[in-house]
């Protein structure tokens, strides 16, 4: 039986085919090498990279393709997180139309009340025509007085029961905006570590950037990377270097309770510290390098003691013409320096008046 050759629709093109299966066949094969569960979610970070659109997404993964050679699922799932813009959850659509059904009920409480005011200002007008007329009648004073009474009675009733659907409204509108909030961090917070994510890094960069400067105070962005990481997942495997990672963060948010915290890569993190004094800024650098390079982590699982940590910081303090680019840059030249002076170390920039 002869079947029917396969044909490509009008809107993609054989080149394009051509071109997209290939990718996905290099993906797939990213899939096999590290063994990463071949889901739709995690085949797609793979599709990303080797197609190459995405540059901050490609700098992490080649790190861990050529550098740390080592992907596994945790890892993967978090730069999914970070750099491929993520449908809103669930939670999240559903408190935004609750949200939206809170406010066109007090819309409707709104008319509601526009109405029963429009009623009772009708009544006074029809009043103050008899009642500035020639001679009106007792009969005709009294039905004014009754019909103002009606109406304001209406007007008061309506009142009543808006204030009681606003003080309700009121109180869901509050429940509705601290779930909203808390949907909105969940999709800022790194699951690995609990800190903020890339797309967190990428916002408090944003925003120290664009904020106007507070009186004296400086702004220091501190870049934090673990020496050697490659060598523990080696050792130790994938699980082990999640359990570094998580310790790392561990160290860091005890070491700066005052500052902004993101894993921006995979064994890459980054401070956002604000300070009166220039020392400050190499005061928190020191402490964290001398916490975690004195500590030796064992692991749980296996009981397995790794030998000892170190990390490298490089420190950059805001310029007032600093873009976010720029600011990054020049803190990671300086990690980079910090790394290549032996690492465990730290390089901090000096202020320019």
């Known amino acids: 039986m002869n079947l029917p050759s396969p044909t490509v629709p009008d809107s993609f093109s054989t080149s394009e085919f051509d071109e997209a299966f290939a990718i996905a066949k290099q993906a797939l094969g990213f899939v096999g090498r590290f063994q990463?569960?071949?889901?739709?979610?995690?085949?797609?970070?793979?599709?990303?990279?080797?197609?190459?659109?995405?540059?901050?997404?490609?700098e992490r993964m080649a790190f861990l393709v050529n550098e740390a050679q080592s992907a596994n699922r945790n890892q993967i799932e978090s730069l999914r997180s970070q750099f491929l813009v993520a449908p809103p959850s669930e939670s999240h659509s559903r408190t935004a139309d609750d949200l939206i059904a809170s406010m066109a009920g007090i819309e409707s409480l709104i008319r509601s009340q526009k109405a029963a005011g429009s009623e009772f200002d009708a009544s006074l007008n029809s009043a103050n025509d008899v009642l500035g007329g020639e001679a009106p009648s007792a009969e005709e004073i009294k039905g004014c007085v009754q019909d103002v009474l009606a109406s304001n009675s209406r007007m008061q009733l309506q009142l009543e029961a808006m204030k009681q659907r606003l003080d309700e409204?009121?109180?869901?509108?509050?429940?509705?905006?601290?779930?909203?909030?808390?949907?909105?961090?969940?999709?800022?917070?790194?699951?690995?570590?609990?800190?903020?994510?890339?797309r967190f890094f990428d916002s408090a960069i944003s925003q120290a950037v664009n904020r106007s400067p507070r009186g004296d105070k400086l702004m220091f962005l501190l870049l934090v990377d673990l020496d050697n990481f490659k060598s523990v997942n080696d050792t130790y495997g994938h699980d082990s270097g999640d359990t570094v990672i998580q310790f790392v963060a561990s160290e860091l948010k005890n070491a700066?309770?005052?500052?902004?915290?993101?894993?921006?890569?995979?064994?890459?993190?980054?401070?956002?510290?604000?300070?009166s004094?220039?020392?400050?800024?190499?005061?928190?650098?020191?402490?964290?390098?001398?916490?975690?390079?004195?500590?030796?982590?064992?692991l749980t699982k296996t009981g397995a003691v790794v030998g000892q940590l170190s990390v490298s910081v490089g420190a950059a303090v805001l310029r007032p013409d600093d873009t976010s680019a720029s600011w990054f840059e020049r803190a990671d030249k300086l990690l980079y320096?910090?790394?290549?002076?032996?690492?465990?170390?730290?390089?901090?920039?000096r202020k320019i008046d």
Not at 37 to 54: A, C, D, Q, S
Not at 175 to 188: G, K
Not at 256 to 272: N, Q
Request: aromatic residues 6%.
């Open 277 to 298: 004094e220039q020392t400050e800024g190499k005061d928190l650098a020191d402490r964290i390098v001398a916490a975690i390079n004195q500590k030796k982590l064992k």
């Open 169 to 198: 409204s009121q109180g869901q509108i509050h429940r509705l905006r601290l779930n909203l909030n808390q949907s909105q961090r969940l999709l800022m917070t790194d699951p690995l570590t609990g800190i903020g994510n890339r």
């Open 36 to 58: 990463t569960p071949p889901t739709p979610e995690i085949f797609e970070l793979w599709y990303r990279y080797v197609e190459g659109k995405n540059e901050p997404l490609n």
């Open 256 to 275: 700066s309770t005052d500052a902004a915290l993101a894993r921006y890569g995979g064994d890459e993190f980054a401070i956002f510290l604000e300070v």
């Open 337 to 349: 320096s910090a790394k290549t002076s032996g690492r465990n170390t730290v390089m901090v920039e």
